[in-house]
């Protein structure tokens, strides 16, 4: 069974510094994906990572996919509150849509 | 496109009462998912469509939880008859081939 693991569980920063969370897996993914989800909502796809060493950003956001395609970070600079809520990563195995597999979550408060 | 739109956006409803909930996917989006999220287990699959045909409905807890697409715009979740432990958020979730889900804001259900 292919898991993603995401640490930390829970994140409470002040407005300003930089943080980092991860998702961690045993297995080989084909492409990663990263979303927000705001408290009363659905999750809202960020980015989609698909090669080995890829790094994207947006605005302030950093995400890396593995070299090996079994890990993936964000790195947030400079949050703020606005970017409070719950980050899931969720991996594919490149086969059937159904097989997109989500991460339990990083919990990201940022206090002003 | 006014995005996924869920019904209702809440319900409260008595244990062994039939639930339904219902989905209405982005025009032109081929897969359609029905997810439920828990503190505990986070998101799990429940099922997903391509086309309006199951694919795998492997996720279904059990023979109570049923799921219909019949036809492109619209599909239901039904649970009879519901249990407390059925409380959790329902979301559906859309999307064309393999680029990213587009969630719905989801239906939190209460079972009493």
């Known amino acids: 069974t292919q898991l993603l693991e995401q640490s930390p569980q829970f994140l409470s920063i002040q407005e300003g510094e930089n943080l980092t969370v991860y998702c961690n897996s045993s297995s080989v993914f084909s492409s990663l994906q990263w979303y927000r989800q705001e408290p009363g909502e659905g999750p809202v796809l960020l980015v989609t990572v698909v090669t080995g060493g890829e790094v994207k950003k947006l605005k302030r956001l950093t995400f890396q996919f593995g070299d090996a395609r079994k890990d993936s970070s964000l790195h947030i600079t400079a949050a703020q509150p606005g970017d409070t809520g719950l980050y899931l990563c969720?991996?594919?195995?490149?086969?059937?849509?159904?097989?997109?597999?989500f991460g339990k979550g990083t919990k990201l408060s940022v206090k002003p | 496109d006014a995005g996924v739109i869920q019904s209702p956006r809440h319900e409260v409803t008595e244990m062994g009462q039939e639930v339904t909930l219902r989905c209405k996917p982005i025009s032109g989006h081929d897969y359609l998912f029905w997810y439920r999220q828990t503190m505990m287990r986070g998101l799990e699959l429940l099922i997903y469509f391509n086309n309006n045909v199951p694919i795998d409905d492997s996720g279904m807890p059990e023979d109570r939880f049923s799921a219909k697409m019949p036809n492109a715009s619209f599909s239901t979740l039904k649970i009879q008859p519901s249990e407390p432990r059925d409380s959790a958020v329902y979301f559906c979730a859309s999307s064309f081939l393999y680029y990213g889900y587009t969630f719905g804001s989801g239906t939190r259900l209460t079972v009493v």
């Open positions: 969720a991996g594919g195995d490149g086969g059937s849509q159904g097989n997109l597999i």
